[in-house]
């Protein structure tokens, strides 16, 4: 495999149980700023999440790529694996999630499905699970709910290829969880591509060589449509990120 390169385009279209001792992780910082263009349009109102219940574990998190196919960010292990259920069919893929257990609070990112978790648990690694409890506890009740991510730049776009034929691409350093990826092929036709378990959104046919325009829409109904968006490198650079919501 070729080494992976990031390619940035102009920008197009742009709408709107064991020991405890943590694993390194780095703190993700401020949420960057927006585009001139979009800084100045009124943020949207987004529905507030309801609040969830249930209970945290954890357990040794290697960081590898989990369910949600997500390359690993070096030091960040405030991340978690969510239940079956909420998991979604990778909708909760690199969603964040604040958590607050008896001992404090945190927020992780959504990596993996815990397939033994029922309704509203998450297991967690244990650097992230010491921020909301001792770790001799090993489980214990959680309150959490959906949170925009502190994301830096632009989303991404991520594709895997085959040579039978198919087309799989994923979404990654969004703010706001996806709700869905189109193909516009051509004017007045978008073609909604099928979400995969593993994170990615998939064409059984070829959708030729590209570029291709693509649109996106967050689970607020936000959009950000890039209009030629080339699969010459394994993770290009997208042209804009979705809002913050109004506070």
């Not at 969510?82 to 008896?102: D, E, H």
């Not at 080339?230 to 506070?247: K, L, Y």
Request: charged share 25%; net charge positive.
């Amino acid at each position: 495999m070729r080494p992976s390169r990031r390619r940035a385009f102009a920008p197009s279209v742009a709408l709107v149980l064991l020991g405890c001792k943590s694993e390194p992780e780095l703190e993700l910082g401020a949420a960057a700023a927006l585009r001139p263009a979009v800084r100045a349009l009124r943020l949207p109102q987004c529905a507030k999440p309801a609040e969830q219940r249930g209970e945290a574990t954890f357990y040794t998190f290697a960081h590898r790529m989990g369910n949600c196919s997500l390359e690993p960010v070096p030091g960040d292990m405030q991340v978690g694996a969510l239940n079956t259920a909420q998991y979604a069919r990778s909708a909760a893929c690199g969603a964040c999630v604040r958590i607050a257990g008896p001992k404090g609070e945190t927020t992780v990112r959504i990596v993996d499905r815990c397939p033994r978790c029922k309704h509203g648990d998450i297991d967690l690694s244990r650097a992230a699970f010491e921020r909301i409890a001792d770790c001799a506890q090993g489980r214990v009740s959680i309150r959490w709910r959906f949170v925009p991510c502190a994301v830096r730049g632009q989303i991404r776009y991520h594709f895997a290829r085959s040579r039978y034929g198919w087309t799989a691409l994923q979404v990654r350093n969004h703010r706001h969880a996806v709700a869905k990826l189109e193909w516009l092929d051509g004017p007045d036709r978008a073609v909604p591509l099928a979400r995969q378990n593993h994170n990615y959104f998939t064409r059984s046919s070829k959708m030729g060589p590209g570029p291709y325009a693509l649109r996106v829409t967050d689970v607020h109904g936000n959009t950000l449509t890039d209009a030629r968006v080339q699969d010459d490198s394994d993770e290009v650079v997208g042209s804009a990120q979705f809002p913050a919501c109004a506070p």
